[in-house]
């Protein structure tokens, strides 16, 4: 029910690319990459994603495609790449030996701490900052995933189809807001909210947003309960929404 | 202004949170606050307590001019005296029995005489029933595989008609599904000679009534270039009147469109609300569906054939379409031109006993939204996205309060939204 290579898009942009939010959002994330020299890592997918991140003055930027880099990860396939993120593949560098320690030491140390809110602990989430980094991260990441996969997986690209263009909020009350923009079939997530969006999707707390990403509730039941409000052209809602079903197979 | 009296929905609400604990989604479907689009779901009920004629009263009390009439089934009016009394009647004689009653026979007979394209007829409970015997049927009659299906389209919950994206929804499901444009004659033609050969049947509703867009009538020939495609290559043409039917014509909407259709599908207006479907078809199809394994529980229950009879016996004496027809226009003409003084581009679209309103003055539909809902806190019941339903109990008295109070909801709109206008 899900393809390797809408993994490795979803792992390359949805999730790695939310280390950019990772050093907005956690201090301590930012001071990792605060007092050092600009760097920047490469990561190619054979038959696949490619993109650049770059750590600079404490923050985090990916680039779609593979631009100047300091450090270059080439993957054979979408299963190795998809493997350095399950943590079973150890990527080997083509370029950028002398940044090993930056790749082995400040970068694992990003990747972990987006490991932990992203597979938060019952104990951690009792933390009020936690828990809101946490969720925050996770919207980003399945608004984000939701494009990845309206594009490339074969069920998601029906239903992305289906979508007239225009723009999508998404956004949780008092928190995290974002695009996904449809033009032709084809959906592109930016990190922010529109300014004329053509339908609307609020989770009206950030708990109760939690619980959705954690399949904890439901979405049709809480449309009920009032707790997801949704405004204008619902039918671009409703195959957005087939999409996001999605998300929980790739991201489980 | 005239202020009317604005809804409050407290014992709606408790009785929602009851159902969530004990019921999927609390309401699920199209009666439902996700899939009926209540937007938002402050402003609708979401019980009803009674209904009569051309009203219902929720569980709060409020009285509402009912638009949707349970989408579709009530076409004379909520309990209507003759229908319910041939019902009652038969209640006190048998409903679900070992052999079904006799009653069935009458109502085939009357349905055969009723129906043009009808040589024969089958009951069932729902509209999905029929839908997938006809499908089922057109398969077991070509020994092909292949359906054609029109974008846009719906055609009930069993998994061939549904999508490949929906939940529960397997590939396979889908696998033999073809589609194409309302409309599209021309791509019809390409798709079934890239499929020659392999068709089964082409089903499509008499209209594209989807959801969200404006409803499309056909275009002049559609239909009967597809008839004549449809026999020369031996596809069966199925027309879902599901909706449809009874409100265009009383012989079935390919009728009204001037075509014969080999399968039709009926349910919602058959009985005026005693739950029913049926199956017509022609002559050549009837073998098919004899040999094949298709029954249900109620399927034979006597109660609602009595009342399809005396419904369809009322419909008849009444001339009903022309009748829905004409208070359709009345009340759309009295809409648009309270739109009009207001600012809003109110347009209607579709077949007038079946109307499709949609507010054009932003892409976006939240003003229509918004309109709606100003509309349904003050009694008047109508569905954001779906197509709507005239019945006969609407009287001329209900078109005028329904106008005022959808004049004072667009003044409210338009007052919250000075920068639209």
């Known amino acids: 029910m899900t393809d390797v290579k809408t993994l490795a898009y979803i792992n390359m942009y949805a999730v790695l690319g939310s280390l950019e939010n990772l050093c907005e959002l956690d201090p301590k994330a930012s001071a990792l990459i605060a007092d050092r020299k600009p760097i920047s890592i490469g990561l190619e997918v054979k038959g696949g994603p490619s993109a650049t991140i770059t750590f600079k003055n404490g923050k985090c930027r990916m680039e779609q495609g593979i631009g100047e880099c300091d450090i270059k990860l080439p993957f054979s396939s979408c299963e190795k790449f998809n493997g350095m993120i399950d943590g079973t593949v150890t990527p080997i560098p083509s370029k950028g030996f002398v940044h090993i320690k930056f790749l082995l030491d400040t970068f694992v140390k990003l990747t972990d701490m987006l490991s932990a809110y992203m597979r938060p602990t019952e104990e951690d989430l009792q933390d009020e900052e936690f828990f809101r980094i946490s969720t925050c991260l996770l919207f980003y990441t399945i608004s984000v995933a939701i494009s990845q996969i309206g594009n490339h997986d074969e069920i998601g690209k029906f239903s992305a189809d289906h979508i007239v263009d225009g723009d999508i909020k998404m956004s949780i009350k008092g928190g995290p807001a974002s695009t996904v923009r449809a033009k032709n079939g084809h959906l592109i997530t930016i990190k922010q909210a529109p300014e004329e969006p053509r339908a609307i999707m609020e989770f009206n707390s950030m708990k109760l947003a939690h619980d959705l990403f954690d399949g904890k509730v439901n979405a049709v039941a809480q449309i009920g309960e009032g707790t997801i409000a949704m405004h204008g052209m619902i039918n671009m809602i409703d195959n957005l929404n087939r999409i996001l079903d999605r998300v929980a197979l790739y991201l489980a | ?421």
């Open chain 2, 1 to 421: 202004m005239a202020n009317f009296k604005v809804n409050q929905y407290d014992k709606s609400r408790e009785l929602f949170n009851r159902a969530t604990k004990v019921i999927p989604s609390g309401v699920y479907g199209h009666l439902g606050p996700a899939e009926g689009n209540f937007i938002p779901v402050s402003a609708w009920p979401f019980f009803s307590e009674k209904a009569k004629g051309a009203y219902f009263w929720d569980v709060d009390g409020n009285k509402f001019i009912d638009y949707m009439c349970a989408y579709g089934p009530n076409i004379l009016g909520y309990n209507d005296p003759d229908v319910d009394k041939a019902a009652m009647e038969q209640a006190k004689l048998g409903n679900c029995t070992t052999s079904p009653s006799y009653k069935m026979v009458e109502l085939a007979e009357l349905m055969v005489d009723t129906v043009k394209t009808a040589d024969w007829a089958f009951f069932a409970k729902n509209g999905n029933d029929t839908t997938q015997l006809a499908i089922m049927a057109a398969r077991n009659a070509t020994h092909r595989k292949k359906i054609i299906f029109v974008n846009g389209f719906y055609h009930g919950v069993s998994a061939v008609v549904q999508k490949i994206d929906y939940p529960g929804v397997l590939p396979e499901d889908v696998a033999n599904n073809l589609y194409v444009d309302w409309n599209d004659f021309d791509a019809l033609e390409k798709l079934v000679a890239e499929n020659e050969g392999e068709i089964a049947a082409f089903i499509s509703t008499p209209y594209l009534h989807g959801n969200y867009f404006d409803n499309v009538t056909p275009a002049d020939g559609y239909w009967q270039k597809v008839r004549k495609l449809c026999t020369e290559k031996g596809i069966v043409l199925i027309v879902d009147d599901v909706r449809c039917g009874f409100r265009l014509d009383l012989a079935g909407s390919d009728a009204y469109y001037g075509f014969e259709a080999d399968l039709i599908c009926f349910c919602k207006a058959i009985a005026n609300g005693w739950n029913i479907s049926c199956l017509c078809g022609k002559e050549f199809l009837k073998d098919a569906v004899s040999g094949m394994s298709y029954t249900g529980s109620y399927w034979m229950s006597a109660v609602p054939f009595a009342a399809a009879i005396a419904n369809i016996n009322k419909m008849k004496e009444l001339n009903l379409p022309a009748v829905l027809k004409e208070k359709s226009v009345k009340l759309l003409d009295g809409l648009k031109e309270a739109g009009k003084n207001n600012g809003f581009d109110l347009v209607c679209s579709g077949e007038p006993a079946l109307f499709y309103m949609r507010i054009a003055n932003d892409n976006s539909m939240m003003l229509h939204q918004e309109w709606i809902a100003e509309c349904v806190k003050r009694g008047i019941f109508f569905s954001s996205h779906h197509n709507h339903f005239m019945n006969y109990a609407i009287s001329d008295a209900d078109i005028k309060h329904t106008i005022e109070v959808a004049d004072e909801a667009f003044k409210i709109v338009k007052k919250a939204h000075p920068e639209a206008f």
